[in-house]
């Protein structure tokens, strides 16, 4: 604690009128080798925070440190070649996080640094190994994230509870649990980010107005499994297998690019719907879409009610859609200018999702909906019979909808469906064109 001040430099600027009241710290820490720096940084942030704003700066080298507490109007600035290094003992965290935030507003966590959180053990968490979030907020709003790394989290590497007007923009993240994971939140904007996880890259339920922008998405679980009213994903790219490992079941494919997510234990009050997922490339992933409101893992809760696909291109995947709706068939859906292909070697797709045993194995799978458009679509699937199956719906429309596969029967059935729209559809057989009336 005396030597302290040794290696913190406090830079006090003041700015505006002389009127003006107003002013603004920037504190610049320097790193000391093999030390816990907990102290020093929380001090920092705190001094900041009692000047009013202030931001605090942390100049290249190593920071070893366990939990530290943000505050209001404080940014943490990570230049180049930073690294915060998270301590390897439980016990030097509090709240259940490396970066901690409750109740803030206006906080911002930038630079070109790295936050490692060492995949801190604890025998008694999650699992019973999860140590803490790299970065946990509750209830706080106007958030910026940007630039950083996040590698090695020992949980969830961002993780928002009831958190509103969050920017996170170019973040890397690297390891093994959820990317970002938020739960009860509202008008977020992730762009340019890179999150390779082992766990599902986008996470959450109860969020609405996310827009979420050219990213590129690779994991060992979901993509994106979300519970959202008023979702935008657009220019991304979604690849497995995951370069982390799951580290529950030890496997590394790829389960979905989008799943459905309501868990009932968390008790949603919002349905999802108005989702527009447009210009996506996908690659080796096992499911492109996945909705099972009947028996779903954590798709119980709330319906799904409507998304729109355009310009989708997936190659390399074993089922295309997998859709139960609700029984009152409020899921619409349309899904323009794509292809879907199968996964070339694999024979038979598993009808298993999460464990959870899939009605029907076919391609694209429908039941209890409302309306399906599928306008200049084409699905390959080689080793089929049937591509295309739904039942139980209001109403379905196919215009210039194509279909390769080897049978020499009809590659679609359709069963109690209301109403059956069907404007120019036809198979490629053995690289000949069929239409079928």
Not at 287 to 315: C, E, H
Not at 342 to 349: A, F, S, T, V
Not at 369 to 389: C, G, H, P, Q
Request: charged share 25%; aromatic share 12%; hydrophobic share 35%.
């Amino acid at each position: 604690m005396i030597k302290r001040t040794l290696f913190i430099v406090l830079l006090l600027f003041y700015y505006g009128h002389l009127s003006g009241q107003q002013k603004s710290f920037e504190i610049v820490l320097k790193p000391v080798s093999n030390v816990l720096m907990t102290d020093s940084i929380q001090s920092a942030i705190d001094r900041c925070a009692i000047a009013g704003e202030g931001i605090v700066r942390f100049t290249e080298g190593i920071y070893l440190t366990g939990g530290i507490q943000l505050k209001s109007k404080v940014k943490l600035h990570l230049e180049k070649d930073v690294i915060l290094k998270g301590s390897d003992k439980y016990a030097d965290y509090k709240n259940d996080a490396f970066i901690y935030g409750k109740d803030l507003s206006s906080i911002s966590i930038e630079g070109e640094g790295i936050i490692d959180g060492v995949d801190c053990y604890n025998p008694k968490g999650e699992e019973g190994f999860r140590g803490p979030h790299c970065i946990r907020l509750i209830n706080c709003s106007h958030i910026k994230i940007e630039g950083i790394t996040i590698k090695n989290s020992a949980n969830w590497a961002v993780n928002c509870r009831g958190c509103s007007f969050g920017i996170i923009t170019n973040v890397t993240i690297r390891g093994g649990h959820d990317g970002l994971h938020t739960r009860f939140c509202d008008n977020f904007k992730v762009k340019g980010c890179d999150f390779r996880t082992g766990d599902d890259a986008f996470a959450g339920n109860d969020n609405h107005d996310f827009d979420i922008s050219s990213c590129l998405v690779n994991t060992s679980c979901n993509g994106f499994r979300l519970g959202c009213m008023n979702l935008t994903v657009k220019h991304c790219t979604l690849w497995g297998p995951g370069e982390s490992v799951h580290k529950i079941q030890k496997r590394n494919n790829m389960l979905s690019a989008f799943v459905h997510f309501s868990p009932e234990d968390e008790h949603p009050e919002l349905i999802s719907g108005n989702w527009t997922i447009e210009d996506i490339t996908v690659k080796d992933v096992d499911v492109f879409f996945m909705y099972n409101y009947k028996n779903g893992l954590w798709q119980t809760g709330k319906p799904f009610t409507t998304v729109n696909f355009k310009d989708i291109r997936a190659s390399g995947i074993l089922g295309a859609f997998y859709i139960v709706g609700d029984s009152a068939q409020s899921f619409r859906m349309s899904l323009k200018n794509s292809s879907f292909s199968y996964r070339k070697g694999d024979l038979i797709q598993e009808e298993k999702f999460e464990g959870v045993n899939l009605q029907s194995g076919e391609f694209f799978y429908a039941d209890n909906f409302n309306a399906i458009s599928l306008d200049r679509v084409t699905f390959e699937k080689r080793n089929s019979l049937v591509i295309l199956k739904a039942e139980n719906g209001r109403e379905i429309s196919l215009n210039k909808v194509g279909f390769t596969n080897m049978s020499e029967t009809k590659p679609m059935i359709f069963s109690n469906i209301e109403d059956i729209k069907k404007n120019h559809y036809y198979i490629l057989r053995f690289n000949l064109l069929y239409d079928i009336e």
